[in-house]
C-alpha cells in the first residue's frame, strides 16, 4: 500500500463546536491521519435523518493538532455521507462518533445522531464505532474513560468488527470505570414526554422532557445494567433491520396470490 | 369494555397535505375511530428524528370523513409521540404510516420518516405498519393496491404482530399487484450521492442525489426482488436493534476489569 497509516473519519451530533469530539480525537493513535466532520449545529436526537431537498454546505476549521477539522450544515447522517463523498482522500479505516455528552444507552439508540453517524458508517461497509458518557453537560470530564476509549480504538483498528455490526459504547460519568462489559440495551421507552404552555396569546405548545422507563429492571446483562454497576457498557448494534426470526410465521399469514 | 370501536393513529412523513395518507384512512373499517397526525411539513429522510429543545404545535384541520385530522410543527416521530401524550383519547389499538409516495424498501427504511413514525409506535408497545408505493409524485395512483392495504389493516387489527416487531410495505405502482410476500429487505447503500453546484458567490454546495445499489441482485427473497415482480413487499420490522449474535465473540474481545 502507498500509505499505510489508517484513516479515522469522526463525527458527532453535539456539533463541531464539542468538547467531546475533540477528546475523542486526542484517543485516536499518533500515527492515524483523522479527519473530523462535525454538524455546525446541535443535532441531538437527529437519529438516522439526513437532508433532502435542500443544499448543504462544508466549511473548513483550523486543525485540531493533526486532525483536518470540517463542519456541514446537515444531520449527523449527511456529515459521514459528505466526508465520504467530497472530503477524504480514501475509504476510512474506522468511523468513529462522539464522544456524546449524554446517554445513548437503552432505547436512545433510536433517536441518537451520534449513532446515525455510526450506523451509516456501519452500512457502508466501514469499522464504525459511537462513544457516549452520561454527563450532560457542555464540559463533561473525560479523563478517566479516556483510556479505555484509546484502548477500544486500538483494537477496533487492529481486529475491525463483524460484517454488519456497529458499537454502541456509554461510558459512566465522575467515577473511575470498573472495566467494560459487551451486553445487549435494555428495552424501554420514555414516559411523561412533554411539558405543555400557554405563549402570550393563548395557545399551547409543547416541550419535550420526560424520562426513561428501564422495563427490564431485573435483567443483569442489558446496557443500563452494567452502567448502574460502573461499567462501560459496549452494545453491538444491527444494521440490518429486518426481523428474520418472524418472515416464516407471517408469511403464512400475509402471502397472497394477486387478489 | 365501554368502547369496543378499535382507534387507529395514522402519521406519515410527506405532510397533512399529501393524498397518501387520506388514501390510507379510507383504507380502514369504516367501524374504527380514526385520528391522523401528520407533520405540518414535508419531513421525508427524517428518520427516527425527534424535536429536542425547541417547541411543538398542534394544529386541528377539518376532519376527512369520519376522521379527526391534527398537525404537530415537527417530525413523524414528534407527531407520534405528542399524539400519544396529547391527543388520542385512549392507547391507539394500531398505529399506520403512509402511504408514502415513493419507496421505503432495501436501506431506505434505516432513513424512512415513515418508518421512524412506526418504530416509534412499536416501541411504545402498539401493532404499527408503514405502507410506501414506489411512486415519488404528489398523485399516485393507489387504486390497485387499496384492496390489499384495506386487507391488511382488517388482518392485523384481528391478529395483531409479535411483540417488538412491526411491518415496512412496499408497493409497486402503476401496475396490478400480483399478490403480497413477507421477504427481508435487500442489502444495500446508496452511491453518488451529491450534485456539486457554485453559488453566485463563488462558494461550493452540494444536494443530495444518486441511485440506490442492491448488493444482492441474484437475491430471490428480497423485499427488492419481489418489488420487480410486481409483488407487494412486506418486510417484519425490529425495533430491537442489538446484534445479540455478535455479543458472546464481542465479550471475549471486549470485556476487561479496571485499567
Known amino acids: 500500500m502507498e500509505n499505510r497509516r489508517p484513516l479515522i473519519l469522526i463525527s458527532n451530533d453535539d456539533s463541531v463546536d464539542a468538547k467531546g469530539i475533540y477528546t475523542l480525537a486526542d484517543c485516536c493513535p499518533e500515527d492515524a491521519d483523522i479527519i473530523i466532520v462535525a454538524p455546525d449545529t446541535q443535532q441531538s436526537g437527529k437519529s438516522s435523518a439526513l437532508t433532502v431537498g435542500a443544499p448543504l454546505r462544508i466549511t473548513a476549521h483550523p486543525d485540531h493538532g493533526n486532525a483536518r477539522v470540517f463542519s456541514v450544515s446537515g444531520t449527523p447522517v449527511d456529515c459521514v455521507k459528505l466526508a465520504l463523498h467530497a472530503i477524504v482522500p480514501r475509504k476510512p479505516d474506522l468511523i468513529l462518533a462522539g464522544i456524546n455528552h449524554g446517554s445513548n444507552s437503552g432505547c436512545n439508540v433510536i433517536y441518537s445522531g451520534t449513532m446515525g453517524a ?5 452500512n457502508e461497509g466501514i469499522v464504525s464505532c459511537g462513544f457516549s458518557i452520561l454527563q450532560h453537560s457542555p464540559d463533561p470530564d473525560f479523563s478517566m474513560c479516556a483510556p479505555y ?44 414526554e412533554y411539558r405543555k404552555y400557554t405563549d ?10 420526560g424520562r426513561f422507563v428501564n422495563l427490564e429492571r431485573e435483567a443483569v446483562d442489558t446496557d443500563e445494567y452494567w452502567l448502574d454497576n460502573k461499567y462501560i457498557a459496549v452494545v453491538p448494534v444491527m444494521v440490518d433491520y429486518t426481523a428474520h426470526g418472524s418472515i416464516d410465521a407471517l408469511a403464512e399469514r400475509f402471502n397472497t396470490a394477486a387478489e
Do not use: D, H, K
Open 118 to 122: 455510526v450506523i451509516e458508517g456501519c
Open 149 to 192: 476509549v484509546r484502548s477500544m480504538i486500538a483494537r477496533l483498528l487492529a481486529e475491525g468488527l463483524p460484517e454488519g455490526v456497529c458499537l454502541n459504547v456509554n461510558m459512566p460519568a465522575r467515577v473511575a470505570p470498573q472495566g467494560v462489559r459487551v451486553c445487549r440495551a435494555a428495552r424501554g421507552y420514555w414516559t411523561e
Open 200 to 209: 402570550p396569546s393563548g395557545n399551547p405548545f409543547f416541550w419535550l422532557t
